[in-house]
DNA sequence: TAGATTGTTAATCGATTAACAATC
DNA sequence: TAGATTGTTAATCGATTAACAATC
């Protein structure tokens, strides 16, 4: 799919952030753009910008620049929006249930196909027309069904093992929020919100 | 406060971190630890830690390690936990309401003293006893309290213009929940959460 | 064509790792 | 004291920026 294999995550973290801009400008019409005045926009360099697309294809043309709309399209296919997910949601306290609740990812092709939680007074309801499951039928659910991402929002001290549960069936991707780096095999990919260490990031800037 | 200035994003973002699993350890009893050992289940080199820690202190002691229960307190003071931090939060959709709601964040010195939002519905409201304000009162409400932080849960449309009351109402710092670059001074800092780019960078992973 | 801007190579900068003298 | 492990300097590695020939 990639012109060159191993892009760095350093890359593949601002690819998100192209997209969003270019889906800016594409709403606001804008045909064509510069590295130059893309840069400036986002506040990276020109240099910078044609590096990390270089490193995908050639997208550009010399002395005119990008088409907006289809570098936008391109990194959406780099990125794989557009593609449909299946996902399940562990977990619906205060993060699982904003995250079920968000539409937003809808767009980007996230459908949640069923939500897990291990309190009794939970299991049953609906959140967006979608169940809440109990946490002992994941295993199984899992298994009659092809899942490919795995959200979870359990506490701590639960998050390991509810891991292990996605990974057993099969899942090839975790959007973990819990406070914890997993243990994964090497074929599933983890992306952590830890949203406990960003505020304290931001808190330690505060006090400079 | 700290030994050195300008201690680079890459070494900041790893503090918290490190704070985790020292408050891990102190939980454990662990007395003491070697930057060899901590490394080995941070998953980082022992050279890498020394160094990171080398910015604010010398912590450690030659042929013993570090005093875990120490360096976690040493660790908590550079983070500014503990301290106590006045924060508002605008918007009580998805996010915002889980945010108010999650207790996890006291524990590092937040305190959310009022929330507002523009859905004539939700005003009047309590999340965990803190009244839903109308968001006309915001700037009002920060000329009239000092307040350290704001948390931004709005829809990307109206963040920018939020942000620039937040930042005219005095507060130090931003936790910014909506998909938007933030234009503010450089004396005010802020800390994106952008949880669809979080989400791409899963999908783009989970392609590969 | 001439001007503009790319793709890409080379130079620089910063961050990570290795090595080791200092010292508990 | 001898062994262990730090703090710190030096070496390496990777990422960013600058420069420029290629070309639309």
């Known amino acids: 799919m990639e012109k ?9 973290k601002r690819m998100p952030k192209y997209y969003r801009y270019l889906g800016e400008l594409v709403k606001n019409d804008v045909d064509r ?3 130059k005045e893309l840069g400036e926009k986002i506040g990276f360099t020109a240099s910078q910008i044609r590096q990390d697309l270089n490193n995908f294809g050639d997208f550009g043309q010399q002395g005119y620049g990008y088409n907006v709309k289809e570098l936008h399209n391109q990194i959406g296919t780099i990125l794989g929006v557009g593609k ?3 996902a399940v949601l562990i977990g619906a306290g205060n993060i699982g249930q904003a995250i079920a609740n968000y539409s937003r990812f809808t767009d980007i092709g996230l459908g949640i196909t069923a939500i897990f939680d291990a309190n009794p007074k939970l299991v ?3 959140i967006r027309d979608v169940e809440i499951k109990d ?4 295993k199984e659910y899992l298994e009659e069904n092809t899942i490919d991402m795995g959200i979870l929002c359990v506490p701590r001290i639960n ?3 509810v891991c292990d549960v996605l990974v057993n069936g099969g899942v090839k991707g975790i959007w973990n929020f819990a406070p914890i780096d997993l243990h994964v095999p ?5 992306e952590n919100v830890h949203l406990s260490e960003s505020l304290l990031t931001l808190v330690y800037q505060m006090n400079k």
Chains 1, 2 share one sequence.
Do not use: F, H, W
């Open 186 to 190: 090497e074929t599933v990919k983890v």
């Open 159 to 161: 998050a390991q093992k």
């Open 4 to 12: 060159k294999k191993n892009v760095s995550m350093a890359v593949i």
């Open 135 to 138: 946490i002992d039928e994941l």
């Open 84 to 86: 449909e997910y299946n």
């Open 124 to 126: 049953g309801m609906r």
């Open 33 to 35: 753009i510069s590295s």
